[in-house]
Each structure stands twice: as structure tokens, then as C-alpha cells.
């Protein structure tokens, strides 16, 4: 019984992380790429990397990709240690960036001026990690791909 357990929770868990990490850079990505859900689109974006964050134009491009095109990887499993590892980068870079000078938990009470700590990006970063390791499980594209 017990080894079934094993079994059926290391076939589901992957999925079970592709599926709202991949949900979460898809819509994020898209906010940057296409300007949905009141994204700033590529221009913006563009401009608020550089003028705020100091992120040249070249990096700003790879963080988009890394996450929209990292979000559909994830979720569909193709290439799925490499989607992973795009979305990892990007949180490394905000949680440095951004997050960090606001400390460890988020703005619950939305106060003004007082950005988001490192809580929610640190769990992304760590999720996209746990990809990174386990590759996107028994229901990937991937599995197809490299029959393995």
C-alpha cells in the first residue's frame, strides 16, 4: 500500500507544481509581452526595467521569455527542466531586485509604499527549482520527446 502511495504521488507531483507554476508565468509573461490583465506590454515594460531597475534591454527580453514562453513550457511539460530554469533565473533576479530591501513577508495590508518581500517569489524560485531537478514527471510532453 505504502509503495503504491509513493508510486501514484511521484507520477502526480510534478504535475501537481506544473500546473499553478505554469498558469502563474503564463499571465505574468503575458502582462510584460502582450499588456493583458493591465500589463504594461513590451514597450513598458521595457522602459520600466531599464529607467527603474537598471536592466538593460537585451535581459529584460530574456526575462519575458523566460517567463511566458517558461510558463508554457511548465505547464505542458515541453522542455520542461529548461522552462524551469528560465523561471528560476528571473525570480533570482527579483528577489534581488526588488523584493529583497522590502524583507521576508508580502504587503498583506497593501500598504502604500511598502512593496512585497521575498515570501511569494521565494516559493516560486523554489517550485520552479523542484522542476528543475525532478523534470516534469509522468504527464509531460517531454516523456514523448526523449522517451524517457
Given at each position: 500500500?505504502?509503495?503504491?502511495?509513493?508510486?501514484?504521488?511521484?507520477?502526480?507531483?510534478?504535475?501537481?507544481?506544473?500546473?499553478?507554476?505554469?498558469?502563474?508565468?503564463m499571465a505574468h509573461g503575458?502582462?510584460?509581452?502582450?499588456?493583458?490583465?493591465?500589463?504594461?506590454?513590451?514597450?513598458?515594460?521595457?522602459?520600466?526595467?531599464?529607467?527603474?531597475?537598471?536592466?538593460?534591454?537585451?535581459?529584460?527580453?530574456?526575462?519575458?521569455?523566460?517567463?511566458?514562453?517558461?510558463?508554457?513550457?511548465?505547464?505542458?511539460?515541453?522542455?520542461?527542466?529548461?522552462?524551469?530554469?528560465?523561471?528560476?533565473?528571473?525570480?533570482?533576479?527579483?528577489?534581488?531586485?526588488?523584493?529583497?530591501?522590502?524583507?521576508?513577508?508580502?504587503?498583506?495590508?497593501?500598504?502604500?509604499?511598502?512593496?512585497?518581500?521575498?515570501?511569494?517569489?521565494?516559493?516560486?524560485?523554489?517550485?520552479?527549482?523542484?522542476?528543475?531537478?525532478?523534470?516534469?514527471?509522468?504527464w509531460c510532453i517531454d516523456?514523448?520527446?526523449?522517451?524517457?
Amino acid at each position: 500500500m505504502a509503495r503504491a502511495g509513493f508510486t501514484l504521488s511521484d507520477a502526480i507531483a510534478p504535475l501537481m507544481i506544473r500546473i499553478p507554476l505554469g498558469l502563474i508565468f503564463m499571465a505574468h509573461g503575458s502582462q510584460k509581452l502582450l499588456g493583458l490583465f493591465g500589463g504594461s506590454g513590451l514597450t513598458g515594460t521595457f522602459a520600466t526595467f531599464e529607467q527603474k531597475l537598471g536592466i538593460p534591454p537585451i535581459f529584460t527580453l530574456l526575462a519575458i521569455i523566460a517567463e511566458f514562453g517558461g510558463g508554457i513550457g511548465v505547464l505542458t511539460g515541453l522542455l520542461t527542466r529548461f522552462s524551469a530554469a528560465g523561471i528560476a533565473s528571473v525570480m533570482a533576479v527579483a528577489i534581488d531586485k526588488v523584493h529583497w530591501a522590502n524583507g521576508f513577508f508580502l504587503n498583506s495590508s497593501c500598504l502604500p509604499g511598502h512593496g512585497n518581500g521575498i515570501e511569494y517569489t521565494l516559493a516560486l524560485l523554489g517550485m520552479a527549482l523542484y522542476l528543475v531537478v525532478s523534470g516534469g514527471g509522468r504527464w509531460c510532453i517531454d516523456r514523448f520527446i526523449f522517451k524517457g
